[in-house]
Nanobody, 123 residues
């Protein structure tokens, strides 16, 4: 069974940090760009960060630049999102997905949509 499982979410105070993990199983995702998305209550799904197949290039939505870092360890089939200086408005369920394209035109592969991991930032 091919799946991606997100973990590492939790409750933090505003200004705090969390490191999210996205572990693949059933197949290798090392040849694909990977994206982190988030969805807050009553909001559309938002692309947060991207990393290319090799880990050489990354992309971030403007609101998280300088605070979030995306990385990957292809040998472990895992992608990470280090989040610092978290804000209350970033409370959301965070998901990972492989896909094609780049930046705002990145298209996720819907086959791997999962439950995500809840991030709650208190203020």
């Amino acid at each position: 069974h091919v799946q991606l499982v997100e973990s590492g979410g939790g409750l933090v105070q505003a200004g705090g940090s969390l490191r999210l993990s996205c572990a693949g199983s059933g197949r290798s995702f090392s040849a694909y760009a990977m994206g982190w998305f988030r969805q807050a209550p009553n909001k559309d799904r938002e692309l947060v960060a991207l990393i290319n197949w090799s880990g050489y290039s990354s992309y971030y939505v403007d609101s998280v630049k300088g605070r979030f870092t995306i990385s990957r360890e292809n040998a472990e089939n895992t992608v990470y999102l280090q989040m610092s200086s978290l804000k209350s408005e970033e409370t959301a369920v965070y998901h990972c997905d492989p896909g094609t394209g780049w930046g705002p035109t990145f298209v996720a592969d819907a086959k791997y949509w999962g439950q995500g991991t809840q991030v709650t930032v208190s203020s």
